[in-house]
């Protein structure tokens, strides 16, 4: 067995991988939910930044390669994990008390898997624009699609959600990542729990107020006159194309 692929089948190997591909999935989903909050500003400028992703295909793709491969990675990581902790304790414990872990630590395996499900119904709801999904879908026109999207309610709920199941996975996430990557020390772990809780809140609470601000009304769709009458927000200048293309 060559060096490689000893360290991967080994516990540690896999929590690199595992740590890795967090760091990747963690900085996608802070720029996804960055990127999703100029639905506020309108749907000239949220239809022109969904343009300009569409811009450069092959950095496009790239990415999304990048991403694909992360997030099988991460899975394998966590799958392969579980099993190891399995087979060196077959039988579960009589009593169980929990000092150390934490909630989110208890559910990490059921937060991920609902996560796994949110982004396969994510993608063909906004991506694919599936029709027994998203029955409203209109290719290139991403504002139209984000606000019919969440104002069905059972939708918005489940994107609530699967948001929470986000904080949790994301908040022991994040503590562990920075603790297999040689970024812990007594010095610093209130710090790293800080850093760890504030980058959560934030997250969660910007992917959250999308389907409530369409819900309450504050995003919602414009007639053809007010939004061609929108502004784009500073350093987004609107390009006068309607052939935007979704994320």
Known sequence: MTPARSFLASSIGKKVVMAATGVILFGFVVAHMLGNLQAYLGPAALNHYAETLRSVPALL??????????????????????????????????MRETRESTLASRTMRWSGGLLLAFIVYHLMHFTFGTPAVHPSFVRGDVYHNFVTGLRVLPVAVFYVAAMFALGFHMYHGVWSMMQTLGLSHPRYDRLRHRFAVAVTVVVVAGNVSFPLAVLAGIIRERSPAVASAATPAPGLPHTGSTDARNR
């Open 61 to 94: 793709w790239a990415a999304r390669v990048v991403l694909i491969v992360s997030a099988a990675l991460h899975v394998w990581a966590a799958y392969s994990l579980t099993r190891m902790n399995r087979k060196a304790r077959p039988k579960a414990y009589r």
